[in-house]
């Protein structure tokens, strides 16, 4: 107990949780609860489905919306299939869309060809922005 006190501080120090988070932390959790989670999934999912009718059937892409996930998450996302044939790469794709103004991160996925895209989060016009890069990218 002794070397946990005045005046060295102890290994509890760093680890004391301040006001100012206790109070972010309760905000936080004021407006999660407070939301429409129901409305907030609707939106998603229009996103979602939106960036799927705009790429799918583009030369080489077939594009569907996996909802849950492909790991079972509640979350609408976008998968889009690239065939090698037209000279469509999952590399090519996340690395143009990064390198843009603005940068536009999607992932990969395990299956090979595959660019997974999630908008759940943006807002209706950060989605058409990622809808029109993704057709640039893919023409």
């Not at 120090?13 to 905000?27: D, M």
């Not at 999912?45 to 583009?58: K, Y």
Request: proline share 7%; glycine share 8%.
């Amino acid at each position: 107990a002794r070397a946990q006190s005045a005046p060295s501080g102890g290994i509890g120090r760093p680890l004391k949780v301040s006001k100012e988070e206790i109070i972010g932390l309760l905000t936080a959790l004021e407006v999660w609860a407070s939301r429409d989670h129901e409305a907030d999934l609707r939106d998603a999912i229009r996103r979602t489905d939106h960036v799927v009718n705009e790429v799918d059937g583009l030369p080489g892409v077939r594009a569907e919306r996996w909802f849950p996930d492909h790991l079972g998450r509640p979350y609408p996302t976008a998968f889009i299939h690239l065939d090698p044939a037209h000279g469509k790469n999952p590399k090519h794709v996340i690395e143009s869309l990064l390198e843009g103004e603005p940068a536009i991160a999607v992932m990969g996925h395990t299956e090979p060809n595959v660019v997974r895209v999630d908008v759940r989060i943006l807002t209706d016009d950060q989605s058409e922005q990622v809808v029109c890069r993704l057709r640039t990218v893919l023409a």
